[in-house]
């Protein structure tokens, strides 16, 4: 079975909405409101390299489509298969890039052989799979900066999880590297 694994970059209050632009008023808070130190982003190289597959909502893909393949620092995401999750998205143009339909098509990919899969943005995405009991693991950038609305990882009718934290770092710039198991 693969390890699905949620990656975000998070404000202390939880909002992960536009941390590197977007519609959010605040749009780009990780680049714009915090210094950047890049021993702080070791584990997004980590996890590229580490990662079989990238899952995203339709949102997601929509704004990571047309910027992500032409960017050099995302070419083993570029290269990987993409999954997103979709009611509406017919012949995505990203490169290697598929559509699940529901999150019974996320549970059946997970059941396969492989490298984990990694959900990036989508808070509609990620609260889902949690509900539904499929998220194995949390690694969380967490900013210390508090943006008070946006979309956020976690929601008010999440299920009570507990989890084990199996890394942390703090950095000079204020960020907290958390990474989390669920524990079942």
Excluded at 20 to 46: C, L, M, N, Q
Excluded at 58 to 74: K, N, Q, T
Aim: proline letters at 5%; a negative charge; hydrophobic letters at 40%.
């Amino acid at each position: 079975m693969r390890t699905l694994i949620v990656t975000e970059f998070i404000s202390l209050d939880g909002v992960i909405d536009s941390p590197g632009g977007g519609s959010h008023p605040r749009a780009g808070w990780t680049f714009k409101d915090v210094p950047f130190v890049e021993e702080a982003y070791e584990i997004k190289g980590r996890e590229q390299l580490e990662a079989g597959a990238m899952l995203i909502g339709r949102v997601s893909y929509d704004e990571f489509a047309p910027v992500w393949p032409s960017m050099d620092d995302f070419a083993e995401y570029n290269e990987m298969p993409k999954y997103v999750v979709s009611s509406t998205l017919s012949n995505p143009e990203w490169h290697n890039t598929h559509v699940l339909r529901s999150l019974d098509d996320v549970a059946k990919l997970k059941q396969g052989d492989g490298a984990p899969i990694l959900v990036h943005g989508s808070a509609t995405l990620a609260q889902g799979l949690a509900a539904a009991g499929l998220v194995d693991r949390y690694h969380l950038l967490v900013f210390p900066i508090l943006l008070g609305d946006g979309k956020r990882l976690f929601g008010s009718g999440d299920p009570h999880t507990r989890l084990d934290l199996v890394e942390c770092e703090a950095y000079s710039n204020g960020v907290i590297k958390q990474v989390f198991d669920v524990v079942r």
